[in-house]
């Protein structure tokens, strides 16, 4: 994109920044081309891209279930699920281009180790119940942290964050409905979903990341309108909305300490073992080599045709000109 | 800044789950090995009678395939009848200041709005 220089003269940094903070202070949108700290651009660049990357190896473990999935119906809704979650992390890193790095940078810093995806992608699905409970619960925890980005201060992410968010409600109704169905069938059947919500509930309380008071980044995330919830906010109101819903399947949600706080108005509830969350995020989850050397080799196997393409076009603009 | 996240500066808003944001690299400023096929701006048209609106941006070797793209990313649930795509390098664009003289024009123009014209208020159809 070419920038026109109309403006006669350049305004000085404290005049940007003062006008920067004063479109986050009327809840107004940052665009692309707009002034911004730097350190502003570089958290968004970090969330944007980690989310995209998040979006594009969560299509792993469902992806596994495709070709075994048990009937034509659920073989085309998974399809369509996956194939959304590609679309989502094509959404989010349109988003992070805006900001000045490109899709192909970004690729080359998750394949070397430099970025990260969520940690709940590197737990294997063992059974075709996981299917159902990550439709249900991580998608459900998905929702929880995209509804508020929808009111992000950068306009791009809030964008992107819409059109996932529409799709996104359809993730978790088709797996909720999957597990109704298995708990209508035979006992095995029922054992096997309370078996799958066991392995990924705890999994999926840590979606929303460490507690608040270690997480002193949320305080300037927030301030600068990137953020609107704290992670225990978020978990709550998870937790709060999954316990109705677990009782409506007839599974138990296992943690001991899970309990009604009638003061509160909430529930109470245990912590996950934040070991085992940061061991994963350092590399040393269950899945995590199998996930990146998957996307290792999607990545290289694919590189010939985005070659072939481009000598392609090139030649097509030869025969043209 | 340390190489590895330390657990401290996770956000939750990572979507499908906390993503650090300390201990990993922002990818700004640092240019890649690969030549990335060019970038494409999508526009699509919600439904007849409505305008195209930008809805994005997508990589494409050529016009062709950013058309194709675009129907797959874009609009997989009917949102759309008609798609534009064209390359982000062939658009210009005004300077991106709301305040900027590029705009000033229109500003002192209050007679242009219908607002302006005081109509007495038993006149009917106005
Ligand atoms: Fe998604
Ligand atoms: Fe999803």
Redesign the interface.
Known sequence: MTLTETAPDRESDEALERRFEATIARNDRIEPRDWMPEGYRRTLVRQIAQHAHSEIIGMQPEGNWIARAPSLRRKAILLAKVQDEAGHGLYLYSAAETLGVSRLELTELLLAGKQKYSSIFNYPTLSYADVGTIGWLVDGAAICNQVPLCRTSYGPYGRAMIRVCKEESFHQRQGYELLTTMMRGTDEQRAMVQESVDRFWWPALMMFGPPDADSPNTAQSMAWGIKRNTNDELRQKFVDMSVPQAKALGVTLPDPELVWNEERGHHDFGQPDWEEFMEGVRGNGPCNAQRMEHRRRAHEDGAWVREAAMAYASRQDGATA | MS???T????????????????G?????G????????P?YEVFVRGKRGLNHVH?????A??DR?ALLHAR??YT??NEGVSIWVVR??A???????E????FAPSGDKVYRHPTFYDIPADVPHM
């Open positions: 190489d590895e996240p657990g401290r500066g996770f956000t939750a808003e990572g979507g499908h789950g906390a993503v650090p944001l300390e990993v690299a922002s990818g700004v640092i240019a890649p090995v690969e030549r990335e096929w970038l809805v994005g941006s997508l990589h070797a050529d395939m797959d990313v997989r649930r982000a390098d658009i210009t664009a005004s300077s991106p200041d305040k900027d003289p590029m």
